[in-house]
């Protein structure tokens, strides 16, 4: 297979994955694109070397986040220096209902490793080389996270409306 074969290959099932995940994490599916194809156009760039890595989403999954943030914090600059206010984040298209509304109230590093792992699919360590820690470090993110949501909707599920009674 040719160099060019094998990233179409890799793009055509990375991208879709990405762009979702980079979305869900940041709210906002115009930043989670553009992230997302400056770390395929990097991934592009230096294929030979990324094909070679051991996890080769890993690296794209960092890439994009790192992009993503850097455009957030540009984006928040930008607005202060022109004074503007933030019109809002578009629509989400994503995951919907009462848990992704509970994900996206997680602090950023758990909710980070949450769509990494559930919606993108990626394993612990490719999850560790997306965001910069170690595997034990994912693992325990990812733990805190999940024993955050159970209380959540068990705080849910114990509400009086919840279990059919009247206020």
């Known amino acids: 297979m040719t160099d060019d074969a094998a990233f179409e290959a890799w793009y055509r099932g990375l991208y879709p994955n990405l762009v979702a995940s980079i979305g869900i994490v940041f709210g906002d ?5 553009d992230a997302a194809d400056e770390a395929v156009a990097r991934a592009y760039e230096r294929w030979p070397r990324v094909a070679a890595m051991s996890s ?15 455009r957030r914090r540009r984006q928040a600059i930008e607005r202060r220096l022109l004074s503007r206010s933030a019109a809002g984040d578009p629509a989400l298209d994503g995951p919907t209902g009462e848990l992704w509304q509970l994900v996206r109230a997680l602090p950023a590093r758990q909710r980070t ?4 792992r559930h919606v993108a699919d990626l394993t612990e360590p490719e999850i560790g080389e997306a965001m910069g ?35």
Request: net charge positive.
């Open 56 to 70: 080769p989403n890993g690296w794209a999954y960092q890439v994009a986040l790192n992009e993503a943030r850097r």
């Open 29 to 33: 599916p115009d930043l989670a694109r």
């Open 133 to 167: 820690i170690s595997r034990g470090g994912v693992s325990s993110t990812l733990r805190a996270a999940h024993s955050s949501l159970r209380r959540q909707l068990a705080d849910v599920d114990d509400h009086p409306r919840r279990k059919g009674a009247t206020t």
């Open 113 to 116: 490793a949450v769509v990494l």
